[in-house]
């Protein structure tokens, strides 16, 4: 596939696309240089669940942006059918969307981030890109049509891609409520015999190659205050 028309992978750089949005035309990633952002796709305006899921999305903003995160939203709808919906949202279920949709009616936008897929021709699937301050693709998650999207596990995600990249560190299954380590985080396994005898005597852990460390307290209460834990089975 040449490589103007296949969609950018986890590690590769977010390609610049000049953009018309609800809040005017962008050029990403430039917009968002130096921050993270959300780039995420719905299958179509004025939908059942596209609609709760944008109402979560707008009540949990201010959680994203604790996050340092943009949102920026897109369907293969117009513009005019964004504001419309949008203001439909805002007059019905009583919450603003503080972040802008991109407008995609040609779906040029969405099949080069191949948001298009067998399971429609003429929608998007739900798509998830996180991007980092360096332009980065750092996540891709795909969902369904019919299924909506877990707004803590996406704020999750953010909040252990900054950890691993802070701390040099791996973050565990389930991170802050891990049901091993609890809130705690990975060290890289060693990557020769030397430093193997090392590991143990360094960290707490259940093999050399399965250790780990205290995470800073502020950085755990951060996302343990936006993302709660589970309820007991």
């Known amino acids: 596939m040449p490589e103007e028309n296949r969609f950018p992978l986890i590690g590769e750089k977010f390609p610049e696309m000049s953009l018309e949005t609800t809040h005017g035309n962008m050029k990403l990633p430039d917009v968002f240089k130096g921050k993270w952002f959300m780039l995420f796709s719905h299958p179509g305006d004025f939908t059942p669940v596209c609609t709760t899921e944008f109402y979560s999305f707008a009540r949990r903003y201010d959680d994203f942006q604790k996050l340092g995160t943009e949102l920026i939203g897109l369907s ?135 250790t780990y460390k205290d995470a800073p307290e502020s950085d755990v209460q951060e996302i343990k205050k936006i993302v709660k834990p589970r309820a007991e089975k």
Not at 95 to 116: K, N, Q, W
Not at 126 to 145: G, K, Q
């Open 76 to 210: 293969v709808d117009s513009t005019i059918s964004h504001i419309e919906w949008v203001n439909w949202i805002s007059a019905n279920l009583k919450i603003e969307v503080p972040f802008p949709i991109i407008g995609d009616a040609m779906g040029r936008v969405a099949s080069r981030l191949g948001m298009i897929q067998a399971e429609s021709s003429s929608s998007t699937v739900r798509a998830v890109f996180i991007v980092d301050p360096n332009s980065t693709v750092r996540l891709i998650m795909y969902y369904p049509l019919e299924i909506g999207r877990n707004v803590d596990e996406l704020l999750r995600t953010i909040k252990a891609l900054q950890m691993a990249d802070k701390y040099k560190a791996a973050v565990p299954a389930n991170w802050p409520y891990n049901e091993l380590i609890g809130d705690k985080i990975l060290n890289p396994p060693p990557k020769n015999t030397k430093d193997v005898p090392a590991r143990m005597k360094e960290f707490k852990g259940y093999s050399w190659w399965l």
